[in-house]
């Protein structure tokens, strides 16, 4: 079975602390991302990833930004938490040669 | 980015009863995907289609990928409590580009 994992489940930080969420997975998939989930907006995409080092702006990037040092690990960065980014973060990845993607268990950030 | 089309947002239903839901798209995809996602947790995949036309089950579940390719229905049958959640549908013409529907809460009373 495919398996991302999300380092934390719950976290609290305050305005304008530094916040790393880690993910990995262990499918040896090319592509990963990092989704924000908010009630009534559904999933956005804040950046996705295609190989080691490589990045691409999502639907939402400001305020993230991500780091790709080995294939299986994907991190998402808050540089400076803000209120407004309080929400459930999802990391997930994909084959290059298949059209599926597997989620993790997701990240529920309170920014206080 | 594009967010596909999903109805009914939301069911309430009693135990033992079948559920349909449905999600439509303005773009063709080659794939549909549909997924279950329970309160606090991440989405888990229930079943992936990859042909139009295509009826694929997973014990209760029966997903359909419409001919038009812009659409796929999902049917859940002689519902249990435990079925509770919120289920999503996504389509995919890659492997790094997804869109996903609006979800579709159930509930079941027992």
């Known amino acids: 079975d495919v398996k991302v994992t999300q380092s934390s489940r719950y976290l609290v930080k305050r305005t304008g602390e530094k916040v790393f969420l880690e993910c990995v997975q262990d499918?040896?998939?090319?592509?990963m991302f990092w989704y924000r989930q908010d009630p009534g907006l559904g999933l956005r995409l804040i950046y996705f990833?295609?190989?080691?080092?490589?990045?691409e702006k999502g639907d939402i990037p400001e305020g993230y930004s991500v780091s790709r040092e080995k294939k299986e690990r994907f991190s998402l960065i808050l540089e400076s938490a803000s209120t407004n980014q309080t929400s459930m973060y999802l990391c997930?990845?994909?084959?290059?040669?298949?059209?599926?993607?597997?989620f993790g268990e997701g990240s529920w950030l309170t920014v206080v | 980015g594009q967010q596909l089309n999903q109805s009914p947002q939301s069911m309430f239903i009693q135990e033992g009863e079948d559920v349909s839901m449905n999600c439509t798209s303005s773009?063709?995809?080659?794939?549909w995907l549909w997924y279950k996602q329970d309160p606090g947790e991440g989405p888990v995949l229930l079943i992936a289609?990859?042909?139009?036309?295509e009826l694929t089950s997973n014990g209760r579940l029966t997903a359909q990928f419409g001919i038009t390719r812009k659409d796929s229905f999902l049917n859940i049958s002689a519902s249990i409590p435990s079925d509770v959640g919120i289920y999503f549908c996504?389509?995919?013409?890659?492997?790094?580009?997804?869109?996903f529907g609006t979800g579709t809460s159930l509930t079941v009373i027992p």
């Open positions: 997930a990845s994909s084959p290059v040669s298949g059209n599926t993607i597997y």
């Open positions: 499918m040896d998939h090319e592509n």
């Open positions: 990833s295609y190989d080691v080092k490589m990045k």
């Open positions: 773009s063709i995809f080659n794939t």
């Open positions: 289609l990859y042909k139009a036309g």
């Open positions: 996504a389509g995919t013409n890659t492997g790094n580009q997804f869109y």
